[in-house]
């Protein structure tokens, strides 16, 4: 299955060919959240999905973890096998906090108890740095996958104003609703300025980059996600950064190999917690 040439980190995804891997859900108010939990661990690997993605994006990666590793994945709102959320007026914006404060809610649903390995790719990169921030001393490390940084959109509409139109053409044509109140929601000034006021937690944290970028994301884009990699440590203070050979965006997919080792790397070096 072909994916369209992606122009932002966090952009749509084409769903992937594996089988569906088993589900559970549990209610957050009259949303029904769809997530599947298995074996082993402490600790407790906790899987964020890019734009447009929902769990099965890691199918590949959780079956090369388990049983070495306990996994929880799960579908946000509108997505895969999870209701959308009730639509209102007054409904939230879906910005990083939001959405780390409600994968934190359904954790706590769900039974889920930390300590958390977070694990993000995309968008969910960023979403799962917002959980960081939000509860350090529920997380015990964070491996993001080719992950949105916080300053992404804006400085891509200065810095890659090309790649910047594209994007926003392609929300207009291809964008779901709940995709675009994502990428609408992405730098949200209150939850930036929320996010900034709090010390950055000292943790491991494992930051994997693609080694490959499609024709349209060459140049000006390229280079502004390159300094933006650099940015990262300044956020979280003990990243380490890797470049992955022969993939692209979706590491997870072309080197599910790699995603995996690095994961169980970070498990083994969690200290067991009773």
């Not at 780390?100 to 889920?112: D, I, K, N, R």
């Amino acid at each position: 299955m072909r994916r369209l040439p992606l122009v932002l980190s966090a952009a749509l995804a084409i769903a992937g060919c594996a089988a569906p891997l088993p589900t559970q859900t549990v209610a957050l108010g009259a949303t029904r959240i769809a997530y599947l939990q298995t074996g082993g661990g402490p600790p407790l690997a906790v899987f964020q999905s890019g734009l447009g993605d929902g769990k099965d994006v890691w199918a590949a990666v959780i079956r090369r973890v388990v049983p070495d590793v306990a996994v929880f994945a799960y579908d946000r709102p509108g997505y895969g096998d999870s209701s959308a959320a009730p639509a209102a007026a007054t409904a939230p914006p879906r910005d990083p906090c939001t959405i780390a404060h409600e994968l934190h809610l359904a954790l706590q649903v769900a039974g889920q108890r930390p300590p958390y390995i977070l694990v993000g790719h995309s968008i969910g990169g960023l979403y799962q740095y917002a959980f960081a921030r939000l509860y350090p001393a529920e997380v015990a490390a964070v491996l993001l996958v080719d992950p949105t940084h916080p300053d992404h959109w804006v400085r891509m509409q200065r810095e890659a104003p090309a790649a910047a139109r594209i994007a926003g053409g392609m929300r207009m044509a291809a964008f779901s609703p709940v995709m675009r109140a994502e990428f609408d929601a992405q730098a949200l000034t209150g939850c930036a300025v929320e996010l900034d006021a709090r010390p950055p937690p000292i943790l491991p944290v494992r930051l994997l980059v693609r080694s490959s970028f499609g024709l349209a994301e060459t140049g000006a884009f390229e280079s502004l996600v390159r300094r933006l990699e650099k940015g990262w440590p300044g956020l979280l203070p003990g990243t380490t950064r890797r470049q992955v050979e022969g993939a692209g965006h979706y590491i997870q997919k072309d080197r599910p190999d790699v995603v995996a080792d690095e994961l169980l790397a970070l498990a083994r070096a969690v200290p067991r917690r009773p």
